[in-house]
């Protein structure tokens, strides 16, 4: 019974850490051209994160360099700053993902 009861309380477990990671937010970034950059907001299951808050935040001082929303398709395009910078984007207070630039391909 012991057996049983431990095996059930291991499967709700694993069911419920699934469920949470099936909604973590996510942000790709891509250059466009040397100076633009386009980063899309997502979702793990596929949802867009739209009108979600970016800022760019330069990486040596943590001073925010811009800030806007994700447009209805979940993109934010920009020039890039001179400073190595930090592309964070913002869901909620608990849903927050970023990139560096040194990522941005």
Same mark, same amino acid.
């Given at each position: 019974m012991r057996k049983l009861?431990?095996?059930s309380a291991g499967i709700v477990a694993l069911m419920l850490s699934s469920a949470v990671d099936a909604?973590?937010?996510?942000?790709q970034c891509k250059k466009?051209?040397?100076a633009d950059i386009v980063c899309r907001g997502l979702f793990t299951d596929g949802e867009v994160a739209r009108a979600m808050t970016i800022q760019l935040i330069d990486e040596e001082t943590e001073k925010v360099i /811009?800030?806007?929303?994700t447009d209805a398709e979940g993109k934010y395009a920009f020039k /890039?700053?001179?400073a190595v910078y930090s592309v964070v984007i913002q869901a909620s207070k /608990?849903?927050?993902a970023s990139l560096s630039s040194e990522d941005i391909w």
């Open positions: 009861l431990s095996l909604h973590t937010l996510q942000v466009t051209t040397s /811009a800030t806007g929303k /890039a700053p001179g /608990a849903e927050v």
